[in-house]
């Protein structure tokens, strides 16, 4: 079975500063699709960012970005110029794409201090 | 509406009661999730239907029974749930084997559900 890691139960960060969210995961598929999604506190769970294992660019939206380390099984998300509406729950998740489930990761909870 | 939508957003219920949750996507997707979100655990899997076919049933206990009427509306109906229920219930929706970036899963609000 599919784990995924998230080692830091919270971080803290400074408005405009850069911070990285660390997940760790285990298979042995080839082929699986990574997600980070963000739930603020209305509990809506949103996309962030994915990432496909067949691909060994590391994904980009705007100010956000991923470190995917496949040999590694790594896969963190990385904030620039952090905002306060960045203040949210982030989850790493890992899905072996079709009709998969997803598995997620306990879950990393993000402080922006103004 | 657009989206993934779920009502209703919140729930109050005796042990004894029978209810339903119903979620509804807007997105022309054909596979629908249930997941369980606890305060003490992680998000946990609990139904995936597939062209409206159930394809995963993550042990969960019979007095949570899931139906998929068509590819659009998913339900979770409820009876003689235990406290230990009380939970955020979160409905999503994907369109798989569509391709690349097609297969993300797409969350409704939730239900916060609890059971007295």
């Known amino acids: 079975a599919q784990t995924v890691t998230q080692s830091q139960p919270e971080m803290s960060v400074q408005e405009a500063e850069t911070v990285t969210l660390s997940c760790t995961y285990d298979?042995?598929?080839?082929?699986?699709?990574l997600f980070w999604y963000k739930q603020p506190p209305s509990r809506q769970m949103i996309l962030v960012i994915r990432q496909e294992a067949y691909k060994q660019q590391n994904a980009t939206e705007n100010r956000f970005s991923v470190n995917f380390q496949k040999a590694a099984k790594s896969f963190s998300l990385k904030i620039s110029d952090s905002q306060l509406g960045d203040a949210a729950m982030y989850f790493c998740a890992y899905s072996g794409g079709g009709a998969d489930g997803l598995t997620f990761g306990k879950g990393t909870h993000l402080i922006i201090q103004p | 509406e657009t989206g993934v939508t779920q009502t209703p957003r919140h729930l109050v219920m005796g042990m004894t009661n029978k209810k339903s949750l119903k979620c509804e996507q807007h997105l022309g997707h054909n596979a629908m999730y249930w997941y369980k979100q606890s305060a003490k655990k992680p998000l946990e899997l609990m139904f995936v239907y597939s062209l409206e076919e159930r394809v995963e049933n993550n042990s969960v206990p019979s007095r949570f029974s899931p139906e998929c009427p068509n590819s659009s509306h998913l339900f979770l109906h409820l009876h003689t749930l235990q406290p230990e229920d009380s939970a955020l219930y979160l409905c999503?929706?994907?369109?798989?084997?569509?391709?690349?970036?097609?297969?993300?899963?797409?969350f409704g609000p939730g239900t916060r559900l609890l059971v007295l």
């Open positions: 999503a929706s994907s369109q798989f084997f569509a391709g690349d970036g097609q297969e993300t899963q797409y």
């Open positions: 298979t042995s598929e080839s082929d699986y699709y």
